[in-house]
């Protein structure tokens, strides 16, 4: 249904708006006296902040995405980023300052799946996993 795991954020917006809902129909609820009217300003605008940050959470989520596949192991994201995330295994030449360092990563969840530059120059560059020296012959 959705790209990512909203459910949470659409479930807790769902509830905040169900706790109004309850608390405005009841007849019993304490918010009803006459004393309590800014205690349920309060609640209400509590819960305004609560559903505004629960949607700025998960568009602040996919807006870097350039994809998004949600399957049974979980969320892939592909991001495109700029160093200074990069780092230099030992022995590698530094690279000029005014070389491109965009580059693109696979992740899924919080765990990084590897990333490879966009620059032609260093497209064909070992990254996270991998370096010169890892592959055996």
Not at 30 to 41: I, K, T, V, Y
Not at 48 to 66: C, E, K, N, P
Not at 89 to 110: A, W, Y
Not at 113 to 128: K, Y
């Amino acid at each position: 249904m959705f790209p990512a795991f909203y459910e949470l954020h659409v479930s807790l917006a769902m509830c905040t708006v169900l706790v109004i809902v309850v608390h405005r129909y009841d007849p019993t609820s304490p918010f009803h006296q006459e004393s309590s009217r800014p205690a349920w300003l309060i609640v209400n605008a509590l819960a305004a902040v609560v559903i505004i940050s629960l949607f700025v959470m998960a568009r602040a989520q996919s807006t870097a995405a350039i994809l998004m596949a949600r399957n049974f192991y979980g969320v892939l994201r592909v991001t495109d980023e700029v160093g200074p995330n990069v780092v230099m295994l030992n022995g590698e030449k530094q690279p000029p300052v005014d070389e491109d360092s965009r580059f693109r990563r696979l992740t899924n969840g919080t765990i990084s799946h590897g990333l490879q530059f966009l620059s032609p120059a260093r497209r064909d560059q070992s990254t996270s996993y991998y370096s010169p020296n890892s592959v055996s012959v």
